[in-house]
């Protein structure tokens, strides 16, 4: 009993083992990414196999993946360099969110520590307004904004 599972629990059980809504497991499963067995009565038994991949799940949402990540990893993925290229995948929208939000502490830090009155009268944060105003002049995309703002390495 590994993971605080008997040979056969109920739905109940392994969601209260994990602190989940029973209806948590059950949209992982609608998904493909639980297969319980079932009971005579057409009940859900897990297994400790099942417990494990609930803290596979788990783990994998820790780290940012969403669940279209976990299934491709457990079911679309047959080899190592399918996985790897996904993983990777997800690292570099990781290192870009990293970067944007390094950038925002920059900015932050540099508020705290501006020497003006008013941070808004800054010299540099009136070239980060202009320049994201060059950016969304004639552009009422905001997705089309943050990207070109992400590119151009300014700091929000």
């Known amino acids: 009993m590994l993971f605080g ?23 992982w499963e609608d ?7 079932r009971d005579s009565a057409g009940r859900r038994r ?14 994998g949402k820790e780290i940012g993946l969403s669940l279209a990540d976990i299934r491709a990893l457990f079911t679309e993925a047959p080899d190592r360099e399918s996985r790897r290229a996904l993983l990777r995948a997800h690292r570099d929208r990781l290192a870009e969110r990293l970067a944007r939000t390094r950038a925002a502490l920059d900015s932050l830090d540099h508020a705290l520590e501006c020497g003006t009155e008013d941070f808004r009268t800054c010299p540099k944060f009136r070239a980060q307004v202009a320049a994201a105003l060059t950016l969304t002049s004639g552009s009422p995309d905001r997705s089309r904004h943050r990207n070109a703002h992400a590119e151009s390495g300014l700091r929000r």
């Open 31 to 37: 998904l493909g990414l639980l297969a319980p067995e």
């Open 5 to 27: 599972v008997t040979a056969s629990s109920t739905i109940g059980d392994l969601a209260a083992r994990f602190g989940l809504a029973t209806h948590v497991l059950r949209h």
């Open 46 to 59: 897990y297994r400790e196999v099942d417990a494990e991949t609930v803290t596979m799940i788990l783990l």
